[in-house]
């Protein structure tokens, strides 16, 4: 979606938003941590985010991965920052044709800074020289597809700020008049260079509405974390510094603590006039850091940290895309959505308010389509894993403990999971029961009845509504385990389960055509929600990737042949992976006991 | 759906099944009280309903019309019978066309008797002279459309019962013969002229196999439920009666209550019997009377009386049929769903597992389609509303009345309800309060949280699952009382309402587009079912029919300018119609006083 449309929409409602930039890191392990953090701060509600252009053009690759990333696995509407710098027009293009197959829609042009070891910017052959060139290239190539945003700078462009007060308002005009052609050639809105005095920012908000620039413009918020880093974006940006706030970040120049708390606080006041002063949204640079960002919105009220709010189990993919629409996903994806995003791309609609047992079938041509695109593990990822999980694995025991670690919390990465693991006490007691007897679980949910929709562990779909969830398992199981267990769960009445080994031994007591709710919710105002199903025919596409993961996303840190090795892909080939789901999700009423 | 196909599922299910068979009433008023009698004997789940062709052609449009409500109405897989008594082609050719139009896809294919007045059948111009010719037509005119049921005589056809044993053999076997003709002809299943020698019958079963009579036989049951009817019906068909029955009859001929219990007994027997040597199913003769068919079916374990089956909260339409995958309705004609499923007979799908603003539409465009169509009140009907209404409307309180008497259980006729009240005690004295002040329900239903899907109050769907319901509540109420409601609505946090007059002056703080779940149901591999849902665009079409049932349903009743029809028009006009739904469905828990 063009997030001036999402602007638009919450200004017509009258709803003050927040937005989120980041810059790429330049490592692998660099950008993987920065999807780790994008995924916490995605979840608190930023209208959109944004990424830089690797300054100078050197991480060009790396920014069209993490902003296509942002977009699809992360699901939060992106905007890609892209200047000219050491960019000639192919790669412009390329790059543009590269992010719109994503169905990344917005970008903002800029004009970029001079290469590494260059004082002033000159365009290069084939490329452009300014912000306004580039503003023209992507109306008149790409059409309406783009949304397209542009720098604004209170105080001109450090470029032209100079001493002279007489040239200097003269360059001032001219940035507005450079601005204002920004914006006539394309340009829907505005973000704003940092700036500590909030009169320089409504001064220039209202020279440009005299101007004639009608477009909103958004405030970009530089929030002071460290000493050295707030000294040198002020003088690389020739920023206008308060006597006041200067002499403040002086005196707590040497306690790193106290300077962090001022700056939320510095933060949090200037934010408060802003909105006071009535932008619509803040646009926040948060360096790649959560803690002082997330420390302003709370102490404005934006966002509360210890609740997150949940539209859905999952994350909502970016309005306005096909995926947008989509209300039912199999339960056995849930901790590895962005895989379940990846493989199921291809569909042109998605399934609403029921699964349907076509979907399945569906699901299952999706996942043989796309069985070869899984990315390999980066270095960083390998090494940390290894770390994580042990750089010999001698026995079961081995294999055993890493089970128990990640659902204790000890280690936050595991192969059938995106994210770590949050056992309340109750499931972790027990699931370390069960590792002990050889079921080795990768998902564990408790039942989950009449909970409020807007309780903080449970809840999802926003305030007023209830919500429910029958407890289900997925767990590998030893051979003669499941031996035992098999019995026991052909005689149950109350549980559904299905169970495969690698080459494919299935056991169910579903039947092909049942599709089983796992998890709804009630609200006013809305049909019955259903976000999570359970089948038969879904569990037999998941174990294939299930399965698979003891290799690639385990056994392959090892050197093949060696005994780490081939202990996994011997559970691989003998294990089963069993899930059970317990339709008596009701508990029992404790009132019954008096015979009431 | 062809009932053979049925049959055949049964069979290969190895499931047991029963069948009820009606004849035409004489009077209009008799034809309402079959339906209403149908409704119940369906909802007990036969596997198809058959009703007679009207004795000598004389009520031929009456069985039409009743086969064909039973059809789309009740709801039932319906076989009409087809005789060639009095019928030139064209005229069977026209009452096939006329049930091919309304769904029905089942005869029963007959000579049938003599027209009154005649001892011996003869064919009429024009017409067949036997039930094969019938056969053979239905076949060559209408192909496959049609399933074909034809009629065994155990003791061979009564015309053919002679003294002397040896024609009486040939004539049987004649019979047999004459049968295999009409089965090759395309009759696809067999049932039996009334017995109660179960030898008899097995003996014939078994001649028919001897002879490559290979369909299904169904045994016809005829219960004894008075000496007259007995004497009559065994007289007529020269039917043999065992000694040890007979004697038993004459014993208990002046003690009807017991002759009725015995009645039970023996037909209970009877199919116990017939049951254990095999048959598949049981055809029940009701003679239009539930009490000893009921009787019979509970004591050989086929029906509960006291748990009536309920599939969804309303009865399926016939299986096959585009509307048997139909699973939401909006509640506000939950209790006209007749009146419903004539309005959106036009569909050609209907909604699943949601609703969606797009179906509003769509009904909206159906009513307005139908709303001519509505039938006229029977005289019968307007006789016995005149009597449960009273024939003289003076006040306010006169119409008040008829409310309470409604829901007390008083009366069952009502203009907004196709069935009698059945309110919970503690519904009534609350709907006897708000009548008192000026609040007119007609629809008024508790909250449902956690109850068995068995339950034989508010349960549906089968065993193992839950249902939920939230509280709705649907009511004329005065225009002032309108006023002071309003604020109280507004002010609500749980509730949803819409509100309307005749005239359109709508409230609402319902959504255009939102529509809220109402009952709902959780099932072991099933995903949610939704049966029903409130949304504000269905509520305004249904208050059209709502309010035109004051002048069509009631007004109408009396003379036109009369107190009467005057006091109920003057409502129509000027009261609104208020629909509440409470969205707090889960009862407050009783230990939370404990702060536990």
Redesign the interface.
């Given at each position: 979606m063009k997030i001036i449309d999402k602007v638009n929409q919450k200004i017509a409602a009258n709803e003050k938003f927040f937005s989120f930039e980041f810059f790429p890191p330049r490592t692998q392990e660099g950008v993987e941590a920065l999807f780790e953090r994008q995924e916490r701060m995605v979840a608190h509600g930023p209208v959109f985010c944004d990424i830089t252009w690797g300054a100078g053009g050197s991480t060009a690759d790396v920014t069209l991965d993490i902003a296509t990333t942002m977009q699809s696995q992360i699901c939060i509407d992106t905007m890609m920052h892209l200047t000219c710098t050491n960019m000639p027009v192919e790669k412009l293009d390329e790059a543009l044709k590269e992010v719109k197959k994503h169905g990344l829609q917005n970008i903002l042009a800029l004009r970029g800074d001079p290469p590494k070891g260059q004082e002033k910017f000159e365009a290069i052959e084939g490329g452009f020289n300014c912000a306004l060139d580039l503003v023209k290239y992507i109306r008149s190539e790409f059409g309406d597809y783009f949304g397209i945003c542009v720098a604004g700078y209170p105080e001109a462009h450090p470029d032209t700020i100079v001493e002279d007060p007489v040239q200097m308002e003269k360059n001032y005009q001219e940035n507005i008049a450079y601005l204002k052609n920004k914006v006539e050639a394309g340009g829907e809105f505005i973000i704003t260079q940092l700036f500590y005095d909030i009169d320089v920012f409504f001064k220039f908000v209202k020279d440009c509405r005299s101007a004639g620039i009608n477009v909103p413009i958004l405030p970009g918020i530089m929030p002071i974390m460290t000493y050295g880093g707030f000294k040198r974006m002020t003088g690389f940006c020739k920023t206008k510094v308060p006597q006041e706030l200067s002499d403040k970040i002086e005196e707590l120049k040497d306690n790193e603590e106290a300077l962090k708390l001022f700056g939320m606080d510095h933060g949090a006041d200037m934010c408060r006039k802003l909105l006071a002063g009535g932008v619509p949204g803040l646009h926040m640079y948060s360096l790649n850091l959560e803690a002082t960002v997330f420390g302003i919105l709370e102490r404005i009220g934006f966002i509360d940290t210890a609740k997150v709010p949940r539209h859905m189990p999952w994350r909502l993919v970016p309005m306005g895309t096909r995926r947008q629409v989509e209300g039912v996903r199999p339960i056995s994806w849930a901790n590895r959505s962005r895989s379940y995003i990846t493989k199921t791309s291809c569909w042109n609609s998605f399934p609403?308010?029921?699964?349907g047992a076509e979907q399945s079938k569906l699901l299952s041509l999706a996942i043989a389509d796309s069985s070869a695109k899984s990315r390999n593990m980066s270095e960083g990822r390998k090494k940390k894993s290894l770390e994580a999980w042990g750089s010999e694995l001698s026995t079961l025991e081995d294999v055993k403990a890493v089970f128990t670690k990640y659902f204790k919390g000890e280690i936050s990465l595991f192969p059938w999971s995106d994210a770590p693991a949050q056992s309340s006490a109750s499931v972790l007691s027990r699931v370390e029961a069960l590792i002990n007897t050889d079921v080795l679980p990768i998902h564990v949910q408790s039942s989950v009845h009449?909970v409020a929709s807007e309780d903080a562990g449970a809840g999802w779909g926003g305030p007023?509504?209830?919500v429910?969830q029958k407890g289900y398992v997925e767990a590998f199981v030893s051979p003669s385990k499941f031996k035992e267990l098999l019995p026991k769960l052909k005689s149950s009445?109350?549980l559904?389960y299905v169970a495969s080994n690698n080459g494919g031994d299935v056991h169910s007591n579903?039947?092909a055509s049942?599709?089983?709710?796992v998890t709804?919710g009630?609200?006013?105002?809305?049909?019955?929600v259903?976000p999570y199903?359970f089948d038969k025919d879904s569990f037999l596409s998941w174990k294939g990737e299930a399965f698979s993961l003891w290799e690639s996303g385990w056994a392959a840190l090892y050197e093949t042949g060696s005994a780490s090795s081939q202990l996994l892909k011997d559970m691989q080939s003998s294990w089963y992976l069993v899930a059970i789901?317990d339709?008596e999700?009701?508990p029992k009423d404790?009132?019954a006991i008096f015979g009431a």
């Open positions: 609403t308010n029921s699964w009449d007023g509504g209830y429910y009445s109350n559904t579903a039947s049942g599709i089983s709710a709804w009630v609200f006013a105002g809305k049909e019955v259903q199903i789901l339709n999700f009701v404790p009132l």
